[in-house]
């Protein structure tokens, strides 16, 4: 049975645990966009259109958008436009929609679960909790 999934270079890198000696060799290590992409002419509704504006910029920031990154945050987009019409109209998406946007959000590390393993927000703790014997 495999173990846990291998953590990209640039995730790695965000998070301050990247050493040189455990890079893969001859691994793929996608390069970040430079410049902010215009959100694709196939999304479906002004809803999708304006998550794209909001999401994209922040991804980009954070080095976690890159050129293979692009249509699966796009797909995330589009299904969050889709989930916000349904919502609008008082109906209720299906499981698997709603399902789905999840997985894209977790790719992207936009839930708190994987937020931790991406390594961003929250106070990290200081020091040894064992240090001082027991006392707070």
Not at 23 to 42: H, I, M, S, T
Not at 55 to 84: E, M, Q, S, W
Not at 88 to 106: I, R, V
Request: charged residues 20%; hydrophobic residues 35%; aromatic residues 6%.
């Amino acid at each position: 049975m495999p173990g846990p999934s291998k953590k990209p270079s640039n995730v790695k890198s965000l998070r301050g645990t990247i050493r040189k000696d455990r890079l893969p060799e001859g691994g793929v290590d996608l390069p970040v966009l430079e410049a902010l992409p215009d959100p694709p002419d196939w999304l479906p509704n002004a809803f999708a259109v304006k998550e794209w504006d909001r999401l994209a910029p922040i991804l980009k920031a954070n080095g976690l958008l890159t050129a293979t990154g692009v249509t699966p945050l796009a797909h995330l987009c589009a299904l969050h436009g889709r989930l916000v019409q349904l919502w609008s109209a008082g109906m209720a998406p299906t499981g698997h929609l709603y399902s789905q946007y999840l997985k894209l959000c977790d790719g992207f590390g936009m839930t708190p679960a994987s937020l931790q393993k991406v390594g961003f927000g929250g106070e990290k703790r200081k020091g040894n909790s064992f240090a001082n014997n027991g006392k707070r």
